[in-house]
T-cell receptor, first 109, second 117 residues
Framework: GQNIDQPTEMTATEGAIVQINCTYQTSGFNGLFWYQQHAGEAPTFLSYNVLDGLEEKGRFSSFLSRSKGYSYLLLKELQMKDSASYLCAALDSNYQLIWGAGTKLIIKP | GAVVSQHPSRVICKSGTSVKIECRSLDFQATTMFWYRQFPKKSLMLMATSNEGSKATYEQGVEKDKFLINHASLTLSTLTVTSAHPEDSSFYIC?????????????FGPGTRLTVL
């Protein structure tokens, strides 16, 4: 079956760095997305990886290893507004997004 | 660019009534639109995929007669919750896949919170 695993909740301190891991098992693979979702709002796009390696975009970076079925989202210089759920989603062979349950990130002062 | 709107943003209705939710891609043509449902503190659950001009493909366990989807144009899809009941109360989110995008990114609408009394 198809499956996405990511931690349920993480806590980090303002100004620090946090890494949110995601492992996936899908029927075929056409890329991996990370989305940010604040409570009561729709998800917003953060990153997309389809090739192995690290993609950096400002304070956020995303890494992919296709051979390991593994990705992580790295958030630097954490700000209170980064408190949100972070959703990992893999695109399968039918270009269908398979969603993880999301990681709730709590930022403490 | 790539803005998706949803209307209404919030709706409260009585049990037994039908509710229509609109999803529009405002500045691009969407080859495919998706309807999701999200329960509190849970991830998104795909309900159906709709392509313009054809019947929607429903996920297993989603009643097609209860959740009617119409994708009349490349910029508009509607979800009608028929004979709504309290268990249909949820956050409904649509997304649209842009026709020209390189990597099939989905752009999300702001969501519709449905409360059935």
């Amino acid at each position: 079956g198809q499956n996405i695993d990511q931690p349920t909740e993480m806590t980090a301190t303002e100004g620090a760095i946090v890494q949110i891991n995601c492992t996936y098992q899908t029927s075929g693979f056409n890329g991996l997305f990370w989305y940010q979702q604040h409570a009561g709002e729709a998800p917003t796009f953060l990153s997309y990886n389809v090739l192995d390696g690290l993609e950096e975009k400002g304070r956020f970076s995303s890494f992919l290893s296709r051979s390991k079925g593994y990705s992580y989202l790295l958030l630097k210089e954490l700000q209170m507004k980064d408190s949100a759920s972070y959703l990992c989603a893999a695109l399968d062979s039918n270009y269908q997004l398979i969603w993880g349950a999301g990681t709730k990130l709590i930022i403490k002062p | 660019g790539a803005v998706v709107s949803q209307h209404p943003s919030r709706v409260i209705c009585k049990s037994g009534t039908s509710v229509k939710i609109e999803c529009r891609s405002l500045d691009f043509q969407a080859t495919t639109m998706f309807w999701y449902r999200q329960f509190p503190k849970k991830s998104l659950m795909l309900m159906a995929t709709s392509n313009e001009g054809s019947k929607a493909t429903y996920e297993q366990g989603v009643e097609k007669d209860k959740f009617l989807i119409n994708h009349a144009s490349l910029t508009l899809s509607t979800l009608t919750v028929t004979s709504a009941h309290p268990e249909d109360s949820s956050f409904y989110i649509c997304s649209a896949r842009r026709a020209s995008t390189d990597y099939n990114e989905q752009f999300f609408g702001p969501g519709t919170r449905l409360t059935v009394l």
